[in-house]
């Protein structure tokens, strides 16, 4: 699976957006880019994930660009309960695939009153 | 209705002993994953059983043996336990194939003195 860059930490202001960005420059044209959040001391939760469309769901937006080389996970309106870590995982889609996911270090968004 | 559902929340024993993690998820997944949060809160692959059978095993010591009954549980046997298996353990669950957005457990915290 291709590697992904993201900024250590960011914070934003409750209510605000929260565009958390991602790099994936080696990533290949059968790979899905992934969103998971972890909240201090619960386990992972599912965002949301996307080939090459841009994405919505109820949770957030997920924005890849045309060369696909980089991503940006979207919060429309951050809340305090916003606060984790936000892993962008890079992976392999379908039958067959290697269905591991590859956590990096993440990105720990910071959501202020 | 929890959907992924991991005993014991927390797990304190002695160098040497033996312990056990258990699992169980009411998704209807057919594929199970053990995961191990370290203290610097890098999130690894341990293992991954697709019904009931072991596809993914992350050079993890002999010592820890994961037990597929049946499809929803799975659950991680450990020997011998040393100070650095002190984490937390997440078990998880998904579809096979396709999309499978991974649902995660609280997960076990276990200490190790």
């Known amino acids: 699976d291709a590697k992904t860059t993201q900024p250590p930490s960011m914070d934003c202001a409750e209510g605000r957006a929260a565009n958390l960005p991602c790099n994936h420059s080696?990533?290949?044209?059968?790979?899905?880019v992934y969103w998971y959040r972890q909240i201090h001391s619960q386990g992972p939760q599912y965002i949301i994930h996307?080939?090459?469309n841009n994405e919505t769901n109820e949770m957030a937006s997920l924005i890849i660009t045309e060369d696909r080389k980089s991503s940006t996970l979207i919060l429309p309106h951050a809340t305090l309960r916003d606060t984790a870590v936000y892993y962008c995982?890079?992976?392999?889609?379908?039958?067959?695939?290697?269905?591991?996911?590859?956590f990096g270090k993440g990105i720990t968004l910071s959501v202020r009153p | 209705d929890t959907a992924v559902s991991q005993t014991p929340k927390y797990l304190v024993t002695q160098m040497g002993n033996d312990k056990s993690i258990k699992c169980e998820q009411n998704?209807?997944?057919?594929?199970m994953y053990w995961y191990k949060q370290d203290s610097k809160k890098f999130l690894k692959i341990m293992f991954s059983?697709?019904?009931?059978?072991?596809?993914i095993n992350e050079t993890v010591p002999n010592r820890f043996s994961p037990k597929s009954p049946d499809k929803a549980h799975l659950n991680l046997h450990i020997n011998s336990l040393e100070l650095g298996d002190s984490a937390v353990y997440f078990c998880?669950?998904?579809?096979?194939?396709?999309?499978?957005?991974?649902?995660f457990g609280p997960g076990t915290r276990l200490t190790v003195l």
């Open positions: 998880a669950s998904s579809h096979s194939g396709g999309r499978n957005e991974q649902f």
């Open positions: 080696t990533i290949s044209g059968n790979e899905y």
């Open positions: 996307g080939l090459k």
């Open positions: 995982i890079v992976r392999v889609e379908g039958p067959g695939a290697n269905s591991k996911l590859t």
């Open positions: 998704l209807g997944h057919d594929t």
């Open positions: 059983y697709n019904n009931k059978e072991l596809i």
